[in-house]
């Protein structure tokens, strides 16, 4: 679609840390053993008087963080409301490919990895304001980079050349 389009680019931009510190719908609980735990937490939170008779800390989840089953559901609900508030929304027929209600910006989705279809430099600008409201974003201005492969853009020729390093 790029490609097709006259005058269209190609941006990426990437999440960082996507998962982590999302608020929860409700708090989990998690039961680890103390000795997962380096020294300077245990004395900090004192976890020695709080460990179990089998050596095991309950500790409250109250974000998102790696290895919680249903982090990524919580996430991307959370990124769906963000993203709508801005006028930003996903297709009901594709998932991962969204549009802006009025100008003709595109991307599609995985997970962290945002690879954006703009016309005009300041629609870009646009949802990069809109996710750095709550995110760190990080932006491949030349669109070099998606989901691991590396691209190369010709623009006027009308082509792109796709390549996975050590593939």
Known sequence: SVISTEGARFVGIDIKNFYLNTPMDKPEYL??????????????????????DKGFVVTRVDKGMYGLPHAGIVTQRLLEKRLGDEGYHQSKSTPGFWKHESPPICFSLVVDDFGVKYERRCDVEHLLSALRKDYEVETNKEGKKYCGFTLDWDYAGRKVHLSMSGY
């Open 31 to 52: 039961r680890m053993k103390l000795d997962n735990f380096p020294n300077d937490v245990i004395d900090h939170y004192n976890l020695r008087k709080k460990v179990d």
